[in-house]
């Protein structure tokens, strides 16, 4: 038997109680929301904990996050779950949908398109993903991002559309 095999790793994840940051995102904009995570006032959410996920950078509508591909975060043929990819994709997306969002609005992942151009080893380095609007719409809003190193090769790219949910008006039927 192989050391690997002999020689287990361990991972700690540990998080903040979500319903913190999800009471105080329903009284902010989204860009509010956002940059107080960004500056440690409320808590980041648990996936990004979970999957070592770092919010880099944050303007109106981009967003960039960051993360270092460990072997966490392997697939069973060792390389990285097109997941990372994916799950970091979709987060840099819908920020930047949400940095657009005005007080007490929320989205939703509708749909989410990613292209792999490259694989991802715990050995490639640092990663970012900058998500960037394309449109927003009173209930629909799409945006595209990319997957890079710190020399700027693509590892994937891809579109996402949400679906946002406006603070109702008093008195108006849905």
């Not at 629909?140 to 603070?167: S, W």
Request: hydrophobic letters at 35%; glycine letters at 14%; one cysteine or more.
């Amino acid at each position: 038997m192989s050391d690997q095999a002999t020689n287990p790793r361990t991972r700690t994840v540990t998080w903040k109680d979500p319903r913190e940051g999800a009471a105080a995102a329903k009284k902010l904009s989204g860009m509010e929301y956002l940059r107080a995570i960004q500056r440690g006032e409320l808590p980041g959410p648990p996936i990004a904990e979970l999957m070592g996920f770092t919010l880099v950078d944050l303007e109106e509508g981009k967003v960039v996050f960051g993360v270092q591909p460990g072997e966490h975060h392997y697939n069973p043929i060792g390389m990285v779950h097109g997941g990372l990819a994916a799950t970091l994709m979709d987060s840099a997306m819908g920020c930047a949908v949400h940095t657009m969002l005005p007080v007490g609005a929320g989205y939703t992942t509708l749909e989410l398109h990613v292209n792999y151009v490259r694989g991802i080893a715990h050995d490639t380095g640092p990663l970012q993903c900058r998500g960037e609007i394309i449109h927003v719409g009173g209930r629909v809003a799409t945006a595209q991002g990319r997957l890079t190193d710190e020399k700027g090769n693509l590892y994937a790219h891809g579109t996402t559309t949400c679906m946002i949910f406006r603070p109702q008006q008093a008195g108006a039927k849905e």
